[in-house]
């Protein structure tokens, strides 16, 4: 491992340095008379390198940066690894994989989120989204039907076979909303809550986590690294869009981060184009932009009628507009060498992009 000091290390803090390596079975190598660059170097014998020899260091005060951290990567870290794959329910994210998740912001009645589900499931998607438990801006928006919300969920998997992701706000309900989703997602809101990522992390269920509003990649790779530092391993990134100066549209959609995230993570990426568009006719050239970005899937917010939808209605799309949409991705999966996975039984959504 490499290190750059602040500025030429005082005795008393050379100490430091040289006890928290011995602690770690590193020994410090000075590179530079003005002892500012050193190399944590590995005697034969010591104990493997672990992920939080990193920031073990970084955290150091005088530590500037760590530049290489040598065979000691986060877990998150691409470092040479395979594409990992998560599968929800037929849906697979991530390597060859682009899957599309579908449905209404939040869950409303029962009739209409079957409704939502045949339809979206029909025109490609694999996974069937809807809050249950919603985070408002305001608090006197509707917040979601909470455990009810949930059976419906339950319910239009058992009719459609449709694998659902619904959000989880609270770490007291990660257990009841574990009980029925197929992938816990964690909102733009709570990417940060470091009690909820740890709840999470003890499932062993895939997470769809979202970027925060204003949060960097290395902060979003950061929140992931909570949950796969406790043991699972299945987190899908999305990127949702950050806040902007332009209100033109709701969120600025990071394609840039989209496409270095392929690189720096082997974990999969999905983009949620409804989000960051914030109205319905921007959602489709999000969406086939994220793709192009090299995302893994797309999440996309569908509803029939979006004068009457309790939440996000003005950037819902129609299921005919994502059906347009699936029909794009599966061209541009295909020219990527890539496949659209598709439900069982829509073997034949038409690979041309209208
Ligand atoms: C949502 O998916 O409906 C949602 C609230 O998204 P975000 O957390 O990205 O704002
Ligand atoms: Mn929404």
């Known amino acids: 491992m490499l290190l750059r000091l602040r500025s030429s290390i005082r005795d008393p803090e050379s100490e430091v ?7 770690r079975g590193y020994e410090v190598r000075f ?42 990567p986060e877990l998150h870290e691409r470092a040479g690894r395979e594409s990992t794959v998560v599968r929800i329910g037929e849906a697979a994210f991530g390597g060859p994989y682009v899957s599309l998740v579908a449905g209404p912001c939040a869950v409303e009645t029962e009739a209409r989120l079957l409704e939502i ?20 801006t305001s608090p006197y928006s509707f917040r979601g039907l909470g455990a009810e919300g949930l059976r419906f969920l339950a319910r239009a998997r058992a009719e459609t076979g449709l694998a659902v992701v619904t959000e989880v ?14 992938a816990i997602q964690i909102g733009s809101r709570s990417m940060s809550n470091g009690a909820l990522l740890s709840e999470v992390g003890r499932l062993r269920k895939p997470v769809v986590l979202k970027r925060g509003l204003a949060a960097t990649v290395k902060e979003l790779l950061q929140a992931a690294e909570h949950v796969l530092s406790l043991g699972n391993e299945q987190v899908v990134l999305c990127e949702r869009g950050v806040r902007g100066f332009d209100g033109t549209t709701r969120n600025l959609l990071d394609l840039g981060a989209v496409a270095w995230l392929k690189r720096a993570t082997h974990l999969p990426v999905i983009v949620d184009p409804s989000h960051a568009a914030g109205r319905p006719e921007l959602v489709a050239p999000l969406a086939k932009a994220g793709l192009a970005a090299g995302a893994d899937g797309l999440i996309v917010e569908v509803h029939p009628e979006p004068a009457e939808a309790r939440s996000d209605g003005r950037q819902a799309i129609s299921a005919a507009e994502f059906m347009r949409i699936a029909r794009c991705a599966a061209e541009l999966a295909r020219l990527e060498r890539r496949r659209l996975v598709l439900p069982s039984g829509v073997e034949t959504l038409a690979e041309t992009c209208p």
């Open 17 to 23: 340095l040289r006890r928290e390596a011995a602690a």
């Open 31 to 72: 590179l530079d008379p003005k002892r500012t660059l050193v190399e944590l170097v590995r005697p034969a014998g010591a104990r493997p390198p672990e992920p939080s020899d990193r920031v073990a260091f970084e955290d150091l005060a005088f530590v500037a940066a760590v530049l290489e951290a040598g065979e000691a």
């Open 117 to 136: 589900a045949r339809a979206v499931r029909a025109a490609g998607a694999t996974v069937l989204r809807g809050g249950a438990f919603k985070p408002r």
């Open 169 to 182: 706000l609270d770490p007291r309900d990660v257990e009841q909303v574990a009980a029925v989703a197929d």
